[in-house]
């Protein structure tokens, strides 16, 4: 009986870990970006891999606003790009 009440406190314990640590993970963060005229946002997924559609106009103006965006979402590296379309203030960034 003692066996049956400790493995019930255990398989609970185990469970309520699991659900603490599911809730625990990252959410899908979305980051709009300023880089006028053509928008920037980035995708973090909850596993924290990173998606930049489209990255603005050429110059250190919407790279640097880029930038500072990654690093508010503590991304090291892009890792996928994707341009809605081929112009400079959609991929000049």
Do not use: C, W
């Amino acid at each position: 009986m003692m066996r049956r009440i400790v493995a019930t406190i255990a398989l609970a314990a185990v469970v309520l870990l699991g659900v603490v640590f599911v809730r625990a993970q990252r959410p899908l963060e979305i980051y709009y970006i300023d880089v006028e005229g053509g928008g920037a946002t980035l995708f973090v997924s909850p596993s924290g891999e990173s998606l930049l559609v489209d990255a603005g106009n050429p110059g250190a103006r919407d790279v640097q606003r880029i930038l500072d965006v990654l690093s508010d979402a503590r991304i090291k590296q892009i890792d996928y790009f994707l341009a809605t379309h081929y112009h400079s203030d959609h991929v000049g960034g």
